[in-house]
């Protein structure tokens, strides 16, 4: 997983992630795989929701952090000033990795290698 990770520096399309009646979140060629390889649908439908705030959604700039701690994981949004604006504890994951960052700028989900 990790080593196919390394491998998106940009995308050649966007795909849609929404839960009908949601907000749509527009996924990167590297978001999309991390949605499919790691099942991590759950992630997205969760960056998604958050979308609705108005900590989250006055921000073009959001830096999403998964974190794997303990016994339980951690997702931190913060704007690109550092700007600390929400925190979730999520109590199971099977998520492949312990750590990591998905940008959403203006609506489209990326990985930071894909800026």
Same mark, same amino acid.
């Given at each position: 997983?990790?080593?196919?990770?390394?491998?998106?520096?940009?995308?050649? =399309?966007? #795909?849609?992630?929404?839960?009908?009646?949601? !907000?749509? %979140?527009?996924?990167?060629? $590297?978001?999309?795989?991390?949605?499919?390889?790691?099942?991590?649908?759950?992630?997205?439908?969760?960056?998604?929701?958050?979308?609705?705030?108005?900590?989250?959604?006055?921000?073009?700039? =959001?830096? #999403?952090?998964?974190?794997?701690?303990?016994? !339980?994981? %951690?997702?931190?949004?913060? $704007?690109?000033?550092?700007?600390?604006?929400?925190?979730?504890?999520?109590?199971?994951?099977?998520?492949?990795?312990?750590?990591?960052?998905?940008?959403?700028?203006?609506?489209?989900?990326?990985?930071?290698?894909?800026?």
């Amino acid at each position: 997983f990790v080593l196919g990770l390394k491998q998106f520096i940009g995308t050649t =399309q966007y #795909w849609e992630h929404f839960i009908p009646g949601s !907000y749509r %979140l527009r996924l990167t060629d $590297g978001c999309k795989f991390v949605r499919q390889e790691a099942g991590a649908f759950w992630l997205f439908d969760m960056i998604a929701s958050y979308q609705y705030d108005d900590r989250i959604n006055l921000n073009p700039f =959001q830096i #999403w952090q998964l974190s794997k701690k303990e016994d !339980y994981w %951690l997702l931190e949004c913060r $704007g690109d000033n550092g700007q600390h604006m929400l925190t979730s504890r999520i109590s199971f994951s099977d998520f492949p990795i312990d750590h990591i960052e998905i940008w959403v700028l203006d609506g489209i989900a990326l990985l930071p290698s894909e800026y």
